[in-house]
């Protein structure tokens, strides 16, 4: 994806390997903070997000990074490594190495719940939250994406749940069936942007932070994220957040409210054309919605 802004790449060491990151944009005009984003999956790669780069147009800096296990990243193959308190470290890795002393969080999906976790740490420099499409329960998250599937064509759900109790999850069959789902409540767009696309190439490519920490697919979670559930320490969030998700999102209204009710003074957006993806599905009202957030902080 082509940009106007300058833009400059590194690695940070981490864990006795690296977590590359990209900067976007030259600096901050006086009085605006830098915006650190988290991408999803858990382990897809920041390549998705592209579009936010644009958010460098309100004078601040965008900074994205893979996390470890991801993209450009190391990709070392270890599942004991991937955990929540691994990711909540590396955020603080990359804000310190770039030195973000103050600074803006924007987390997408899981990037989204690795915010919410990191902001519980009480970090001292965390200005705004930002939490996109990201529930804070996932046996929430399951109970809801339960309800979507069950709307899907009846051979479609045949089809999810034979591969799923014969364990064959890698099969093109299931995996046509997932993409019925996607194009429902991931991304509505009838082509999906080539940086999307880039990303799921690349998670399927390097799928072993996903599996270990998801699952087969964002309906069949069966990893060590099946039991996670922050829901009742929401109130303990004490930056200003902006909850968004779109109306055909997986992360359905009743996970956006959850998210919005639980944290305190938070503010909520829904976009109505959007699924899981308001970011590249709607980016102009993304990018006004978001730089006016940022703003309001900035201007307190």
Not at 9 to 21: D, L, V
Not at 25 to 47: F, I, M, Q, V, Y
């Amino acid at each position: 994806m082509q940009t106007p802004f300058p833009s400059i790449e590194g690695r940070i060491p981490f864990h006795g390997y690296e977590t590359w990151y990209r900067i976007v944009g030259a600096g901050e005009e006086p009085g605006k903070l830098p915006l650190l984003t988290l991408h999803g999956g858990p382990g897809a790669c920041h390549d998705y997000l592209e579009s936010m780069e644009a958010l460098a147009a309100t004078g601040r800096r965008v900074i994205f990074y893979d996390q470890l296990g991801c993209g450009n990243s190391a990709v070392p193959s270890n599942p004991s490594l991937w955990t929540v308190s691994l990711y909540v470290e590396e955020v603080d890795a990359v804000r310190r190495a770039l030195g973000l002393e103050r600074v803006h969080l924007l987390g997408q999906s899981w990037g989204g719940m690795l915010g919410m976790e990191y902001a519980l740490t009480q970090p001292a420099g965390l200005a705004s939250l930002i939490i996109e499409s990201s529930p804070a329960s996932m046996p929430q998250w399951v109970v809801e994406a339960n309800k979507l599937r069950a709307a899907l064509p009846p051979d479609v759900q045949r089809t999810l749940l034979a591969h799923e109790a014969d364990g064959t999850t890698d099969d093109p069959a299931y995996e046509d069936a997932m993409m019925v789902f996607y194009q429902r409540h991931v991304c509505r767009l009838p082509e999906w942007p080539e940086y999307v696309l880039r990303s799921f190439e690349k998670l399927s490519e390097n799928p072993e932070v996903y599996y270990t920490m998801n699952g087969p697919s964002e309906f069949h979670v069966t990893g060590t994220l099946k039991t996670w559930d922050i829901t009742g320490r929401l109130g303990e969030i004490r930056v200003p957040t902006l909850v968004l998700s779109g109306r055909h999102d997986e992360a359905t209204p009743a996970i956006h409210e959850t998210v919005h009710r639980g944290i305190p003074g938070s503010e909520s957006v829904y976009f109505d054309e959007s699924a899981h993806m308001c970011h590249a599905e709607e980016p102009e009202r993304f990018r006004q919605v978001v730089g006016d957030f940022l703003a309001r902080v900035e201007a307190h």
